[in-house]
Structure formats: structure tokens, C-alpha cells
């Protein structure tokens, strides 16, 4: 079972993908703003204990790590040592990080990163082409273990045959959810999909989104089936690395 770790809640919108993020979306239900910054109260949750002094989050677990925010947020920047000093501590966990900001990586690794650490994975989240050129040259060159790209929400028609290399695990795409939002196209994921089979790297078609066009016609694709309609594709790609999908992450926001 995958563990959801939010160390702290709020974010700051920095590209098109951002335009109807779900953490915006989710506090407005509680009259809240998905800018305001706060440290959350489970901020040390992998390193927990109970009453027999054992880890709560047992050794193994995948933890998906920061999703209410970016994990690179330049206002997380006085407490993200504290973050780094925990996730060193558990080697025996294997912890997941999301961003839009891979720019910022170099400035908020730790000193001891060296060549990356074993137990993280990042991923670099490119929506559009524009995003992809912009942020994947960097991404490439950084010294991290596990790489893989999210294609999510993804927005339009992507060309990633430059940025797929033997760094890259995985690539897990899929639509936007919530009202009003923006459509994605059975085209659009079939081609990712076969630049993936081309360089035997896993794909995974995580969700439609909730409006999702397949032969010109445009689904309005209810929350629950989301997923499950995106397996049922039958769009999923083993190549030579394990998929992050078995993990869980297909089934994340």
C-alpha cells in the first residue's frame, strides 16, 4: 500500500498545466486558497513511532511525497533539509517526488546527494511541448537514480523522442479532472505510448481525465471511472524498467 507523506499544503501556480490545479480546487470547498503556505502535522510522519517504538510507515512502502505542493517550492526552502534528513534516515522506504520546478533541484539538493539516492524518484512534469523543451534538457543532466516524466493534465499533441533516453524509466500520462476543465485526446496518449515502445521505456495511461475526445467525440467521463476506463484501454507498456504504476501512482491525483 503506497503512503500519502504532505509535509506542507500550498502551492504557487507556474504554468499552464496549474490552471485548475486539484489543490486549489479542493480548498476553495473549505473557503481556503490553495496559496497559503503551512507546514502540516505530519511533517515527520515517516519517521514516526508507536507504542513498541516501531515505524508507523513499515519498511518497504512506497511514499508519495509532497502532493498537496511541490516538494521544491521555493517557500518550503528553510524546511526542506529537515524533509532531506528524514528520507535519509528511511533508505528503506522508496520515496516519490512530483515537480514542476526540476530547475530549482540543483539549488535544493542536499550536500550529500552525490550521483542520487537509491530510495527517491523524480518525476519532471511537462504538459505541453512548450513545458517539455523547457524543462527535460535539465532534467536529463541532473544526477538522480530514478527518473520518469508525467504527462499531467496533459494538454496537447508531445514529441518527447529527443528526452527518451536510458535515464528515463517511465512516462505516466493522462487528462485533467474537475469542472470545466481542459480535453485530452485517445491520440495524444497512443502516440506517447508508441515513442515509449520505441525506446523500451513503461508507459502508463494513469487517468482520462474528466472530458476525453476518441474519434472526434468527446466523453464527459465521471470522477470514479477515471481510471479504471484508463486501464481498460489497454494502453500500458512494460518496457525495460519496472513501472512506477506498480507502485500505485496510477491511482493518484
Known sequence: MAIMWNLWHG???????????????Q??????SGRDFYITNNFDLPIKKNKKGEFKVSSGEV?????????????????RFKAWDIIR???????????KRIDRFDYCKP???????????????VENQKRAEMRLPIFLELPIKHKFIICEPLLEKLNLRDFLNDGIEEIIAGGESGVDVR???????????EQCKEKNISFTFKQTGAYFRKNGKVYNIKRPYQHSQAVKAGLNF????????????????
Request: charged content about 35%.
Open 11 to 25: 502551492c504557487k501556480k507556474v504554468s499552464e498545466g496549474c490552471k485548475f490545479c486539484y489543490v486549489y480546487r
Open 63 to 79: 511514499v508519495f511525497t509532497c502532493l498537496t505542493s511541490d516538494f521544491f517550492l521555493d517557500l518550503a526552502d528553510d524546511y
Open 27 to 32: 480548498d476553495a470547498m473549505f473557503d481556503k
Open 183 to 193: 480535453v485530452c485526446d485517445y491520440d495524444w496518449i497512443v502516440d506517447l505510448r
Open 238 to 253: 512494460d518496457g525495460a524498467c519496472s513501472r512506477m504504476g506498480d507502485t500505485g501512482l496510477d491511482k493518484k491525483d
Open 89 to 99: 534516515k528511511r533508505k528503506d522506504l522508496s520515496f516519490v517526488i512530483i515537480t
Open 111 to 125: 550536500d550529500d546527494w552525490g550521483d542520487g539516492w537509491d530510495n527517491v524518484y523524480i518525476g519532471c512534469t
